[in-house]
Structure formats: structure tokens, C-alpha cells
């Protein structure tokens, strides 16, 4: 017996990461794996917060011999997003500015809909939220495209029909547990069109999926339908992260959990301070004398867990701020400011380019899918084009 639990709708306890992939029956990745990746290996991936993966090699392949590739991360709209949320977003980014990978973002606002306890009207309202801060992430609009499943419903009804007939009701039970509702135990047919998706635009080839690991069962149930053979798909790969500690302690960031504890894309250097300063563990000693004497413990500390996630890209750097905590040179106190300059660079750039988009639906247009891409995924799946009804 565990005593956590993660599944895409429920994230509790104490994770151990490393029965989480036993559970699972995820990889761990290894520094060859790693290293496959285009210099310099993202900080995320280098310092192992992706620390797990399914069937990584056939895309480090494709990234070497230029081959097309594809890379698929989503984001269901439930609330303000949070650090937590742009891991994967940013880790896209970076591969496709060193690779020119394919990015395709599905925003799943039907499911967010199912399982939270939201009208349509919010759901849509942080729909559009939601795709402002992607948007400012700062996608290359030729090599990027953003689905929204109640606005893209022309491609991703019929293509999620077409896999639905290839996912049972006990697969569902055995892979989420009890579905909220009907509609519930549908989506797992649409998640799964996300992943397959550019590969039925573009034709097959490597895709890769970099989520926190509790969206894994999604990736298992698309690669399920993928080895059935039925659609021109191969199996998707997956990229798996731990999840960013909560200020207060071990857990996830969560976008519908308490707003102290977490710090959001919005956060300006005020808050981000006010929520470090008076929510995040750290490792220190209780009294400054004993924290010289002794030293602290960057293992346990989360404002250090933030900067090695990603805030201090630089290794020198981080291994300095690690030996200095060590040594008791460092004061919690000191290490807290460390990470709130660094958040808050970032989150001051990223808050920049959102305030330089133009109006939501014209900065979206780039990014939709055109009508020769849908009819094309249309296709592929079997669905013959009605042309009198154009
Ligand atoms: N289900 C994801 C969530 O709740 C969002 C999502 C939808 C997603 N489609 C995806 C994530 C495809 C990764 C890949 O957060």
C-alpha cells in the first residue's frame, strides 16, 4: 500500500516519485538520454525535474537526423495559472527554438468543465485568460498551433469518435477510477486526439508529450490506441515531471487550492515576496547561530528547490548558492531573496510580452488550425469530407 495518490484528477500525500514510476511502469531517464538533447540541455531536464519518460529514443532520433517531430502539452483551463503550470510550456518553447519542433497546445475546457465544479461561463473566462499567458509564453506562430475542444469541435468531435470506439468503459475504471459523469468518461477519447493529432496532420512521426506525470494515464491510453493499428499513428512519447513544491510544503502547486501557497503568473515582486517570506519552508535552523554552526539543508528547502527547478539556469551559480546553504554562510533569509529576484525576472518578462499582445482574437488567428489541416485529420481517420455542405 502507497500512501499517496496521482491520477490526472487527484494529487494527494507524500509522492514517491520513484514507486510513482513503478506504479506506473514509466522509465527513468538516463544521462545518455539526456544528453541527446541539443546543447545546452534545458535546466528542467538537465537538473531532472522531467526525471522520468516513455519511449523518449525514437524522438532524440528524430532531433538528430532533423526528421519531423512534434511536441504536444496542454493546459485545462480551471484557474489562474501558476509556476507550476508553464514547466512544460517553457520546456516546448526552448526545444522548438533548438530544434524547430512542431509545438500543439490543446486547451481542454470540456474537461475542466466534467470534473470541476464550474459553469461554462467561467470555464470560458479562464479559457481566455489562460491563452493569454500561453500566448505570451511566445510560440513561433508558423510551427505552433492552440486547439480549444468546444471551439475546435469540427476536428476534434470526429476524431475523438473515431478513438472512442477504441477506448472501453473498463479501461477508463481500471486507468481514472469512477468517471464523474457521462461525459467524463469521454474525454479520455479526446486527450487522446490531442496526442495523436499532429501526427494525423502532418503524417507519422515522433511526438513527444512533456507533462507533470499525473496526465501519464492520458499518454497510456493514446499510446494503447495507437498500437491497434487502426489509424496511420505511432505511439507517442512522454516526458514526465515532478511536480513544483508548494511553498508551504511537499504537494503540488494547485491552481484551485489556497492562492498563498502558490505563486501565480500575475504575482508581482511584492507578492512573490510576501508569499516566499512568509510561506516557504525552508531547510534552515531555528536560530541564526545554529544555521551558521550548522548549516542548512537545500534538500527540503523550496525557495532552493525553485531555483534548480529552473529560476537559476546557470550550474555555477546553483552550485555556489547550494554550498554556501551547506556551510551556513547563506541565511534562509538570504537564500528567500535569491529566489524572489529570480522569479521575479522571469515573471516581469513573461508579464511583459502579455502586455504587448494585441486583442485575444487576433493574436489566436495565427496560431489556428487551417482548414486543409482539419480536413486532412478529418481524412485520416476515415471521415469522408461532405464537399456540398462547404
Ligand atoms: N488534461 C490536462 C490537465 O488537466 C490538460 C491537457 C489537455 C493536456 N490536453 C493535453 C496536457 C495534452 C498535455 C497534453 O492539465
Request: proline fraction near 6%; hydrophobic fraction near 35%.
Amino acid at each position: 500500500m502507497t500512501d499517496f495518490t496521482v491520477t490526472p484528477y487527484d494529487v494527494r500525500g507524500t509522492i514517491d516519485y520513484e514507486k510513482l514510476l513503478e506504479q506506473f511502469g514509466a522509465d527513468r531517464l538516463t544521462d545518455e538520454q539526456i544528453n541527446r538533447f541539443p546543447n545546452p540541455v534545458h535546466p528542467l531536464l538537465r537538473r531532472r525535474q522531467f526525471y522520468a519518460h516513455r519511449d523518449i529514443d525514437r524522438f532524440c532520433d528524430a532531433i538528430e537526423a532533423k526528421t519531423p517531430h512534434s511536441i504536444v502539452t496542454g493546459r485545462g483551463p480551471s484557474g489562474a495559472m501558476h509556476l507550476g503550470h508553464i514547466i512544460p510550456l517553457y520546456f516546448a518553447k526552448y526545444v522548438q527554438e533548438q530544434t524547430n519542433a512542431r509545438v500543439y497546445i490543446p486547451f481542454s475546457d470540456d474537461e475542466k468543465f466534467l470534473v470541476k465544479d464550474r459553469t461554462l461561463e467561467t470555464i470560458g473566462e479562464q479559457t481566455r485568460d489562460n491563452l493569454e499567458e500561453l500566448l505570451a509564453v511566445g510560440f513561433d506562430p508558423e510551427r505552433t498551433r492552440i486547439i480549444i475542444d468546444t471551439h475546435d469541435a469540427d476536428v476534434i468531435y470526429p476524431l475523438a469518435v473515431a478513438f472512442g470506439d477504441a477506448i472501453t468503459q473498463s479501461t477508463f475504471n481500471g486507468t481514472y477510477g469512477e468517471p464523474e459523469n457521462i461525459g467524463h468518461s469521454f474525454y479520455p477519447a479526446v486527450q487522446t486526439t490531442h496526442l495523436l493529432l499532429p501526427q494525423l496532420i502532418h503524417g507519422v512521426h515522433p511526438t513527444l508529450v512533456p507533462i507533470g506525470i499525473d496526465q501519464d494515464p492520458h499518454v497510456r491510453v493514446s499510446r494503447d490506441v495507437a498500437s491497434k493499428r487502426r489509424f496511420p499513428v505511432e505511439k507517442p512519447a512522454a516526458l514526465l515531471s515532478k511536480f513544483l513544491p508548494r511553498l508551504d510544503g511537499p504537494g503540488k502547486m494547485s491552481a484551485s487550492g489556497d492562492a498563498h501557497a502558490t505563486i501565480t503568473l500575475n504575482d508581482d515582486r511584492e507578492s512573490i515576496a510576501t508569499k516566499i517570506h512568509t510561506h516557504a519552508v525552508t531547510g534552515g535552523q531555528a536560530s541564526k547561530a545554529a544555521h551558521r554552526k550548522h548549516g542548512g539543508d537545500p534538500t527540503v528547502d523550496v525557495p532552493f528547490g525553485l531555483l534548480q527547478a529552473m529560476f537559476e539556469p546557470d550550474d555555477e551559480r546553483l552550485a555556489q548558492i547550494e554550498r554556501d546553504y551547506r556551510d551556513g554562510k547563506l541565511l534562509s533569509g538570504e537564500l528567500k531573496s535569491i529566489a524572489i529576484d529570480a522569479i521575479n525576472e522571469f515573471l516581469t518578462a513573461h508579464q511583459k510580452r502579455k502586455t504587448q499582445l494585441g486583442p485575444l482574437e487576433t493574436e489566436l488567428a495565427r496560431y489556428r488550425l487551417t482548414d486543409e489541416e482539419r480536413t486532412t485529420a478529418r481524412q485520416r481517420v476515415g471521415h469522408n469530407e461532405l464537399k456540398s455542405m462547404n
